[in-house]
């Protein structure tokens, strides 16, 4: 597609329900990243993807949160058993990847607003 | 975690006036980036700038880079208020795994 495409744009779920949101990267887009965004806050990383390297998980805040890429496209990510401090907006990206020659930044998406309640 | 910090965390200006912000990290780079963003959805790429690099334009964008002190600024000339958002610098470690780590954003406010 012509950009990142996430859903839902939005999601309310009850507390301890399991929740996945879903992340279509630009095509040939071989790197996807997942951000988690508070209210007011900055962006904080939670995993990123490059091609078929073994996914870095440093930014996922607890063994609640996994995610997963299928195929080298779509990713989703999944938070188990979620609290209200999990309420958030969650934003995916892609880019080409590994350091190329160009001018060359992440393409984000519109992101999905999680509300445990 | 965060990268570094930024400054101011809130701008109020007048159309037509000079923006300066400015962004602060830790560790050596790669590049740093620099992202708008409107009403706390998605962001949107500006500049890159290199660790080699000085300083690059874009438009009514200029973008500096001082490693020695591990600084950046990002100025937005004649601002118009269509240029209110927030504003997040992010930077590539110089392991250049990829990974972007972001700033805390500073909030310009552009005032007609």
């Known amino acids: 597609g012509a950009g990142v495409s996430q859903s839902p744009s939005n999601k309310v779920t009850e507390k301890g329900k399991d929740v996945e949101l879903r992340c279509d990267p630009i095509?040939?887009?071989?790197?996807l990243y997942w951000y988690r965004q508070s209210l007011g806050q900055g962006l904080e990383f939670l995993i990123y993807f490059q091609g078929n390297s073994a996914p870095d998980k440093s930014g996922l805040p607890s063994d609640r949160f996994s995610a997963e890429r299928t195929g080298g496209s779509v990713s989703t990510l999944t938070i188990q058993r979620t609290q209200q401090e999990d309420s958030a907006v969650y934003l995916c990206?892609?880019?080409?990847?590994?350091?190329?020659?160009?001018?060359?930044?992440?393409?984000f998406g519109s992101g999905t607003r999680l509300t445990v309640v | 975690s965060q990268q570094g910090e930024e400054d101011p965390q809130a701008l109020s200006i007048q159309e037509g006036e000079n923006a300066t912000m400015n962004c602060s990290y830790k560790?050596?780079?790669?590049?740093l980036q620099w992202y708008r963003q409107n009403s706390g959805r998605g962001l949107v790429h500006l500049i890159l700038?290199?660790?080699?690099?000085r300083e690059k334009h874009s438009g009514r964008l200029r973008v500096t880079l001082d490693t020695s002190k591990k600084s950046s600024s990002l100025l937005i000339t004649a601002s118009r208020a269509a240029d209110t958002a927030s504003y997040f610098c992010a930077t590539v470690g110089s392991s250049n795994t990829g990974k972007l780590i972001f700033g805390q954003g500073t909030t310009l406010q552009v005032k007609p």
């Open positions: 560790t050596s780079i790669n590049n």
């Open positions: 095509s040939g887009h071989t790197a």
């Open positions: 700038i290199r660790s080699n690099e």
């Open positions: 990206a892609s880019s080409l990847g590994m350091f190329l020659q160009g001018n060359y930044g992440y393409t």
